[in-house]
């Protein structure tokens, strides 16, 4: 039976951090395989990583304002956000691990 | 900025890491004793657990991009050029996710009723992965800095 107790922003950043830590690690792997990419993030804010984070923290804030908006309060209960948190900690902190092991 | 001024720098970068992890582990032993009582001292200490690691991550943050490629360069030249390669890549972009983590933690203890059990476990769920990966990003600062100085044996003891 499906919780209710957790309020809708909550739901929104959990739910964001989960999803945004997935897409950071994608988002490694992509400017690791596309030197020009790579580059062109460079090139527009000095530095690789700083684009990346302002490109990720950006999407977190964003997504967990939309999801806090647009989420049903009924569809995710704590439990359910803990283990998609959980689940998301464990793919993109493994796969990037993987990645770099294998880079 | 001076020598000294650099590695103050860095050095009180890893200060607010610690800190962080610290306030996260004090945090966790208050929500596993959960009372009425406790609950202004969690969401003190899951707002300062957030400071220190935003601190944390603009400090270490700017060091990174203004004056880390002078050490990278001399880890990359040494016999642990994995210290980089592996340790500062995983770390440096892992982080996010801590810090997306420490965002969070004070939205869920201001935002919903601690007292009951879901909450909580969520709280506990979030704090612990806090300090997991605040440890690991800890202990991979410790191999980067190693990486720096068996590059400079490296230089000086063939």
């Known amino acids: 039976m499906t919780n209710t107790t957790l309020d809708k922003t909550t739901i929104g950043f959990g739910l964001s951090a989960a999803l945004v830590s997935i897409l950071n690690t994608l988002l490694v792997i992509f400017k690791e395989m596309t030197p020009p990419f790579k580059k062109a993030m460079a090139d527009a804010m000095g530095h690789h990583w700083t684009t990346h984070g302002v490109i990720v923290i950006g999407l977190f804030l964003v997504l967990g304002f939309v999801l806090a908006g647009a989420v049903k309060p009924e569809s995710w209960g704590a439990d359910k956000l803990g283990k998609a948190i959980i689940w998301s900690v464990i793919i993109s902190g493994g796969a990037l691990a993987a990645f770099y092991i294998l880079h | ?158």
């Open chain 2, 1 to 158: 900025m001076s020598l000294f001024g650099i590695q103050v720098s860095v050095m009180v970068h890893v200060l607010f890491g610690v800190l962080g992890i610290i306030l996260a582990v004090a945090l966790l032993v208050y929500v596993l004793n959960m009372s009425e009582k406790n609950i202004p001292m969690i969401r003190s200490l899951s707002l300062w657990t957030a400071v220190s690691m935003i601190l944390s991550y603009v400090i270490g943050g700017w060091w990174y991009v203004v004056y880390y490629v002078h050490e990278r360069d001399i880890i990359r030249a040494g016999p642990w050029k994995w210290a980089h390669t592996f340790f500062m890549e995983w770390k440096e972009h892992f982080f996010f996710a801590l810090l997306f983590l420490s965002i969070l933690l004070p939205i869920i203890a201001y935002r919903n009723d601690l007292m009951v059990p879901e909450n909580r476990r969520l709280m506990v769920i979030v704090t612990a992965i806090i300090v997991l990966i605040g440890l690991a990003v800890d202990g991979s600062g410790a191999v980067i800095s190693r990486g720096v100085i068996v590059g400079y044996m490296g230089r000086v003891a063939p």
